[in-house]
Protein backbone atom coordinates (compact mmCIF):
# COMPACT_ATOMS: atom_id res chain seq x y z
CA UNK A 1 0.00 0.00 0.00
CA UNK A 2 3.08 2.62 -0.07
CA UNK A 3 1.84 3.81 -3.49
CA UNK A 4 -1.75 4.59 -1.86
CA UNK A 5 0.26 6.59 0.93
CA UNK A 6 2.45 8.51 -1.55
CA UNK A 7 0.51 8.96 -4.13
CA UNK A 8 -0.10 12.58 -4.21
CA UNK A 9 3.32 12.75 -3.81
CA UNK A 10 3.78 10.73 -6.58
CA UNK A 11 1.82 12.42 -8.62
CA UNK A 12 3.83 15.53 -8.53
CA UNK A 13 6.92 13.59 -9.05
CA UNK A 14 5.75 11.85 -12.41
CA UNK A 15 4.21 15.60 -13.72
CA UNK A 16 7.80 16.77 -13.34
CA UNK A 17 9.60 13.73 -14.99
CA UNK A 18 6.77 13.99 -18.25
CA UNK A 19 7.64 17.75 -18.34
CA UNK A 20 11.50 17.54 -18.28
CA UNK A 21 11.18 14.97 -20.99
CA UNK A 22 8.96 16.96 -22.99
CA UNK A 23 11.29 20.15 -22.31
CA UNK A 24 14.51 18.46 -23.26
CA UNK A 25 12.89 16.99 -26.61
CA UNK A 26 12.22 20.34 -27.25
CA UNK A 27 15.46 21.65 -26.58
CA UNK A 28 17.48 19.24 -27.67
CA UNK A 29 18.84 20.70 -31.24
CA UNK A 30 19.24 24.47 -29.85
CA UNK A 31 19.73 24.31 -26.40
CA UNK A 32 21.41 20.79 -25.86
CA UNK A 33 22.59 21.63 -22.30
CA UNK A 34 19.30 22.13 -21.14
CA UNK A 35 17.91 18.71 -22.92
CA UNK A 36 20.44 17.03 -21.08
CA UNK A 37 20.51 18.39 -17.18
CA UNK A 38 16.26 17.80 -18.16
CA UNK A 39 16.65 14.17 -19.08
CA UNK A 40 18.95 13.49 -15.98
CA UNK A 41 16.11 15.12 -13.79
CA UNK A 42 13.82 12.97 -15.95
CA UNK A 43 15.19 9.71 -14.57
CA UNK A 44 15.83 10.58 -11.23
CA UNK A 45 11.84 11.64 -11.17
CA UNK A 46 10.94 8.01 -12.78
CA UNK A 47 12.76 6.65 -10.35
CA UNK A 48 12.49 7.93 -6.69
CA UNK A 49 8.37 6.92 -8.27
CA UNK A 50 9.08 3.67 -8.64
CA UNK A 51 11.12 3.82 -5.22
CA UNK A 52 8.09 5.28 -3.30
CA UNK A 53 5.35 3.17 -5.22
CA UNK A 54 7.21 0.11 -3.77
CA UNK A 55 8.03 1.58 -0.11
CA UNK A 56 11.69 0.88 -0.88
CA UNK A 57 13.77 2.53 2.09
CA UNK A 58 16.26 4.58 0.24
CA UNK A 59 13.70 6.81 -0.72
CA UNK A 60 15.24 9.66 1.74
CA UNK A 61 18.82 8.98 -0.09
CA UNK A 62 17.38 9.34 -2.94
CA UNK A 63 15.32 12.26 -2.67
CA UNK A 64 18.09 13.92 -1.49
CA UNK A 65 20.19 13.54 -4.64
CA UNK A 66 16.77 14.56 -6.46
CA UNK A 67 16.99 18.33 -4.72
CA UNK A 68 20.10 18.78 -5.94
CA UNK A 69 18.79 17.69 -9.68
CA UNK A 70 15.63 19.37 -9.63
CA UNK A 71 17.17 22.38 -8.45
CA UNK A 72 19.49 22.78 -10.91
CA UNK A 73 17.22 21.69 -13.92
CA UNK A 74 14.73 24.35 -12.34
CA UNK A 75 17.56 27.18 -12.59
CA UNK A 76 18.46 26.46 -15.50
CA UNK A 77 15.21 26.37 -17.25
CA UNK A 78 14.09 29.70 -15.72
CA UNK A 79 16.51 31.21 -17.47
CA UNK A 80 14.41 30.23 -21.22
CA UNK A 81 11.56 32.31 -22.19
CA UNK A 82 10.14 29.39 -23.92
CA UNK A 83 7.22 28.07 -22.53
CA UNK A 84 7.94 24.42 -22.19
CA UNK A 85 11.12 25.29 -20.03
CA UNK A 86 8.99 27.48 -17.63
CA UNK A 87 6.81 24.32 -17.06
CA UNK A 88 9.44 22.49 -16.53
CA UNK A 89 10.81 24.96 -14.47
CA UNK A 90 7.80 25.27 -12.25
CA UNK A 91 7.33 21.12 -12.05
CA UNK A 92 10.47 20.99 -11.06
CA UNK A 93 10.33 23.62 -8.02
CA UNK A 94 7.01 21.92 -7.24
CA UNK A 95 9.04 18.06 -6.95
CA UNK A 96 11.32 19.95 -5.01
CA UNK A 97 8.84 20.65 -2.18
CA UNK A 98 7.78 16.94 -2.04
CA UNK A 99 11.78 15.68 -1.88
CA UNK A 100 12.36 18.05 1.07
CA UNK A 101 9.44 17.28 2.96
CA UNK A 102 10.72 13.47 2.29
CA UNK A 103 14.22 14.84 3.01
CA UNK A 104 12.96 16.60 6.09
CA UNK A 105 11.14 13.36 7.81
CA UNK A 106 14.23 11.34 7.17
CA UNK A 107 16.40 14.01 9.48
CA UNK A 108 13.87 14.11 11.77
CA UNK A 109 14.18 10.19 12.45
Known amino acids: MPHQINQSSIDVIVDCAVKCEHCADECIGSMPDCARLCRDCSQMCWTIAGFMSRGSQFIEQVSRAC???CETCA???ETHDN???QKCAEACRQSLEVFKK??????GR
Open 67 to 69: IDI
Open 75 to 77: KEC
Open 83 to 85: PHC
Open 102 to 107: ISTVAV
